[in-house]
């Protein structure tokens, strides 16, 4: 997969199905969570599991990252807006793909 770093979006919190539109050409359709990559680890011992958490009940709580499928590509840049469009309602939660 790519990565794209992004900043001032909840990514967690965006419904199934939206829509993030990065500049003037990418197109990317978010359809769920994504968990941490252990090569993290090859970058910084302890990145892996700085990016999950455990809830009281046991559940892994994700901190970053979610998937999706390019709709349309085309150059990303550095510094491009990203546009975000929600889905029609009912809105369905991420979940782990």
Not at 22 to 37: D, H, N, Q
Not at 60 to 79: D, E, L, N
Not at 80 to 90: G, K, Q, R, S, T
Request: charged content about 25%; hydrophobic content about 40%.
């Amino acid at each position: 997969g790519e990565n794209i770093t992004t900043q001032g979006i909840p990514l967690l919190d965006l419904p199934t199905g939206t829509i993030l539109r990065f500049g003037p050409e990418a197109v990317v359709e978010v359809t769920g969570l994504r968990s941490p990559c252990k090569l993290l680890e090859n970058f910084q011992k302890g990145l892996m599991y700085a990016l999950l958490d455990k809830a009281a009940d046991g559940r892994v709580i994700r901190k970053s990252g979610v998937m999706g499928v390019v709709r349309q590509s085309g150059a990303v840049r550095s510094g491009d807006a990203i546009v975000v469009e929600l889905p029609p309602e009912p809105h369905r939660p991420l979940e782990v793909v």
